[in-house]
């Protein structure tokens, strides 16, 4: 058996009760520090997606879990609230429609079209109708509305109220007071309960008939103004009034109870809401400072003010959810109670009762708690009674039972007697323990002592002569020697080894066979880790470092790190096992809880009950199962059974917004988002719908085959990808509790980001198909192409071989013939020598023949000439010709040519055969026409180029044509070949006319 005596952090354990009238409250509150509009809280709703709408004085909230929205009336926007001021809310959840109560008319909201319309009841005899004092769903779109001046019904669909004025005058009612409404209700069977400034009254919605239920005649404390109404799990209807306090009206028998707070000359009732406790019984919390009244006991109480010491203001229980939580509101924001979480059990101390730790040990059915002076040893029951103080041992001696370890020394005493012993260090005695302040006390199976003195190593003492021995000083060695191990926790093994925590030095192992100590995870973990808890189940040793569990087989000492997560790694302080095998951890940032099995942590914080976060003290779970946490300030206890429960999230996660490129963007929430690849920029939000503490739920994002694991990001459910390149993404969302507790689903958003249409997998093929195509055109292109220009170019060689042939054709009839007539005449001359005369002629005629070939090597010459390829040209050549021709037969030749020649390009073939035909026409005008004047004309006519050449000689049948031998067949065929026309009319007696007409280019 041990008792132990820490320096550092350690707890007296008290066994946990239920929740009572004097356990400090656990309440979260909201307000405009954390976001709300306005501090004023009027009304509450949850939703049925477990949204929270809060109206205020100054706004409407519409808090998710992650953040807080706010609306407002905007002057000039139809589509916004009526009036800033909210004094009432309603839900449709069929129609997924939320109704608002204002001070200037009714007002709903369209959930799906994120939408606001408003209107306006007719005035009202009474009083101000615009006040919308409380809404009830009815049916078919048919809502009851109660105002300041009377209650209407409401037609969504046609936008109209319909007036039910309150006419009766029962017991002396006047309608001036009875239709000025302050708040209604419904037992959910057709009737409405109806608070007013005459009373209480119930409405049939069936028979539209009134009937008041709280009168003078049957309430001796009656006062006309009917302030708040609510209906009990029985049916009952509870009432408040002013001055005159809480009615309870019974509909089964009519009756009324007044129960009148008889402490106070002043209880008005203007708030009441009924709350089952987390023990099953029902109690009413009533406006006032924590005030509530209790049907069993019939009387009122006041609940315990919360433990943070700060007073809380005035707080009006206006909404109960559902779920059972309370929703307060005040003029300091909005509080909310969970009475399912009321679990920790809290003992306050007025001063500190020790400066070093308390210690605690199972005993008898309850617990031996050690601290210091007059608190140096108790014996307290399951419940934290005191059964009996040992205290006095603190000062006297002797005997046997329990061996305690203090500041002072070794105390060995016997409870039940009273006896006891001390064990002291003696200087100069080195058989004494080192020093008096011992850190731990270890029995072994073996039934030795182990003593671990402050910073002193490890030893043993004879428990009967209190001799002590060191076997081990440390194993560091430090300039002036060994540092000396500071052991905090022993454990024994199956075999007899021990598993020693040491503060500076971790994990210390004691093998019981061989007598040698080490230090087996020194590789793992390192030299330097402090440890102070150590515990062995089935063969398997537990321990802790600052942010880990550690786990191992006592056989194989192979270490495994349970790492806690990060939002929770804030330094453990101590650590102990339940009886179910969870493992409760005290730390520097809360409670924290570990499910093995499952590989689940939880953490409970102040917002949760605890004392605070920062807890240092010790752990211990009691013989009969309860949990509890000791430190110098305070006990804590509380029933694990039951509270690991309470933490569990029913709650869905919900993705709430989606911005693409910073605008709202709307889809079906089923299916994958497409959007453009412009549409690149997406900002995600969503929630997780728990409010025990909703401004540190946590929330984590995974981006599939980017994050290996989920990333962490904030207290606010809301992630942004910038600049996404175009693909299919999955999205992950999840989220967790302030007590970590994970959402009971993920949220998997898929997004496509289609690529530019260039990028498009049809456009690619189709492209490809277009660039092959069009690659196969171009090389078919080119290679007809060059076939072409091959055939061009054999076209043009043929040609020029043509043209070749056609010069040296010509030349060798033209210049080869004339030569040899020269060379012929040149013979006949030097033969006539004799003869002067006929010599003399002949050389006339070589000197006319010179001359003719000069004048056709001139003509192919100018052919040749690309510079002459003009129709101008030509027709300038043709008039020189002419009338060089003409010159010596005394022939007048007339020009008709234009003012002005066009561009028309005429090629070498053409002109020389034109010319030629020209040609051959002056020479048969010399030869045959006998005339005075030839006239020659060049016209362009439309698309052809004509040529006419007219005599005004002797003229000629052309039937007869064969006179002139094949001379104009010749000039038909030339001009034939370069696509022209030639033509030729002749009267006898009256001249001839040439015509050429070839087309223009």
């Not at 029995?443 to 428990?463: A, C, H, N, T, Y």
């Not at 330097?528 to 569990?549: C, E, L, P």
């Not at 211990?620 to 029933?639: E, H, Q, R, V």
Request: charged fraction near 20%.
């Amino acid at each position: 058996m041990r008792l132990l005596v820490c320096f550092g952090f350690l707890f007296l354990a008290i066994t946990c009760q239920s929740q009572g009238p004097n356990t400090p409250l656990v309440l979260s509150n909201i307000s405009e520090q954390n976001g709300l509009s306005d501090d004023h809280v009027r009304c509450v709703l949850k939703d049925r997606d477990h949204f929270i709408w809060i109206g205020t004085s100054d706004g409407l909230n519409l808090m998710d879990g992650s953040t807080i929205k706010i609306f407002r009336h905007k002057d000039g926007d139809s589509s916004s609230l009526p009036s800033s001021e909210i004094i009432s809310l309603a839900e449709d959840s069929l129609n997924n429609i939320i109704f608002i109560g204002t001070v200037r008319g009714l007002c709903w909201f369209d959930k799906k079209k994120k939408t606001f319309t408003s209107a306006a009841p007719p005035a009202s005899p009474y009083g101000a109708s615009l006040d919308i004092e409380g809404v009830v769903i009815g049916s078919g779109e048919k809502n009851w509305c109660a105002t300041d001046g009377g209650l209407f019904l409401f037609d969504k669909r046609e936008k109209k109220f319909v007036p039910y004025y309150n006419s009766s005058t029962e017991e002396g009612t006047e309608p001036r007071y009875s239709n000025k409404i302050t708040c209604m209700t419904t037992d959910g069977k057709g009737l409405l309960w109806i608070c007013t400034n005459d009373g209480l009254w119930s409405f049939d919605t069936k028979s539209a008939s009134f009937r008041k239920v709280i009168h003078k005649n049957n309430d001796p404390n009656y006062h006309p103004l009917c302030l708040y109404a609510c209906i009990d799990h029985e049916q009952n209807v509870w009432a408040g009034f002013w001055n005159t306090g809480l009615k309870k009206y019974d509909p089964r028998t009519g009756r009324v109870t007044s129960l009148e707070q008889k402490t106070t000359t002043d209880h008005t009732i203007s708030c009441i809401n009924e709350i089952k406790q987390a023990d099953g019984s029902y109690v009413l919390w009533v406006n006032g400072e924590l005030a509530a009244f209790d049907e069993n006991t019939n009387s009122y109480f006041n609940f315990q003010q919360p433990l943070s010491g700060k007073k809380l203001p005035l707080l009006n229980p206006l909404y109960q959810s559902p779920d059972g939580w309370v929703w307060l509101g005040s003029n300091n924001g909005l509080y909310i109670y969970n009475p399912q979480r009321q679990l920790f059990r809290h003992f306050l101390f007025k001063s500190s009762i020790t400066s070093q730790g308390i210690s605690f040990h199972n005993y008898k059915n309850g617990v031996l708690a050690g601290a210091e002076n007059d608190n140096f040893l108790k014996w307290m029951d399951s419940n934290g009674n005191l059964v009996r103080d040992y205290s006095f041992l603190g000062s006297h001696s002797t005997l046997r039972d329990i061996w305690i370890g203090t500041t002072d020394g070794i105390l060995h005493a016997d409870l039940s007697s009273g006896n006891k012993k001390w064990f002291n260090h003696k200087d100069g005695d080195t058989t004494t323990i080192p020093r008096n302040f011992i850190t731990c006390l270890f029995i072994d199976s073996k039934r030795r002592l182990w003593v671990f003195p402050w910073r002193e190593g490890i030893w043993q003492m004879d428990k009967q002569t209190g001799k002590c021995q060191r076997l081990l000083e440390g194993f560091i060695p430090q300039v002036n020697g060994t540092k000396r191990l500071l052991i905090i926790d022993v454990a024994e093994d199956e075999n007899g080894n021990l598993w020693m925590c040491d503060l500076d030095e971790g994990i210390i192992f004691y093998n019981a066979k061989t007598g040698e100590f080490s230090k087996p995870f020194e590789k793992t973990l390192g030299t330097r880790y402090g440890t102070n808890r150590i515990f062995i189940r089935n063969g398997t040793a537990y321990s802790f470092i600052s942010d880990a569990i550690l786990k191992w087989d006592v056989n194989s000492a192979v270490v495994q790190k349970i790492n806690l997560p990060p939002e929770m790694d804030k330094g453990l302080t101590d650590m102990y096992p339940d009886k179910t095998g969870n493992w409760w951890m005290t730390s520097r940032n809360g409670l924290i809880v570990f499910n093995e099995k499952e590989n689940v942590f939880n953490r409970f914080t102040v917002a949760d009950g605890l004392v605070q976060n920062d807890i240092n003290g010790t752990l211990l779970c009691t013989s009969n199962g309860k949990m509890l946490i000791g430190a110098p300030g305070y006990f804590t206890s509380f029933d694990p059974l039951a509270l690991v429960p309470s933490s569990a999230n029913k709650q869905k996660t919900s993705i709430t917004g989606l911005l693409i490129n910073n605008k709202p963007y709307e889809w079906g929430s089923k299916g994958p988002v497409y959007l453009s690849y412009r549409e690149n920029n997406v900002v995600i939000k969503w929630a997780l719908p728990d409010y025990g503490n909703p401004f540190r739920n946590q929330y984590y994002v995974k981006l599939k085959g980017i994050d290996d694991d989920w990333r962490y990001v904030g207290n606010t459910g809301e992630v942004q990808y910038a600049n996404l390149s175009p693909g299919n993404y999955s999205i992950q969302l999840k989220a967790t509790t302030a007590n970590g507790v994970a959402s009971q689903n993920i949220n998997d958003l898929q997004f496509i980001i289609q690529p530019p249409l260039w990028k498009r997998a049809w456009f690619i093929a189709l492209l490809s198909v277009v660039l092959i195509t069009a690659f196969i055109f171009v090389v078919r292109y080119i290679s007809q192409r060059n076939l072409k220009e091959k055939l061009l170019r054999l076209e043009r060689e043929q040609a020029i071989e043509k043209e070749r042939n056609r010069i040296s054709r010509d030349m060798h009839d033209d210049l080869g013939s004339g030569l040899t007539k020269i060379a012929i005449m040149s013979e006949v001359v030097k033969k006539q020598f004799h003869d002067p005369e006929k010599a003399k002629q002949q050389l006339e005629n070589i000197s006319e023949s010179s001359r003719e070939l000069v004048d056709n090597l001139q003509d192919i010459i100018w052919v040749l000439n690309p510079k002459n390829d003009t129709l101008e040209s030509l027709a300038a050549y043709i008039r020189e010709y002419a009338l060089k021709f003409f010159e010596p037969f005394e022939v007048n030749v007339q020009f008709n040519y234009p003012k002005a020649f066009d561009n028309t390009r005429l090629s070498e073939e053409t002109r020389r055969n034109i010319f030629l035909a020209v040609k051959e026409s002056f020479n048969n005008i010399a030869k045959h026409a006998w005339c005075n004047n030839v006239f020659v004309t060049v016209s362009h006519a439309g698309t052809f180029v004509r040529l006419e050449i007219k005599d005004d000689g002797r003229g000629f049948e052309t039937g007869t044509t064969r006179q002139f031998g094949n001379g104009l067949n010749n000039m038909k065929n030339r001009i034939e070949q370069v696509g022209g026309v030639y033509t030729i009319e002749s009267t006898k007696g009256e001249g001839t006319k040439t015509g050429i007409e070839i087309p223009a280019v």
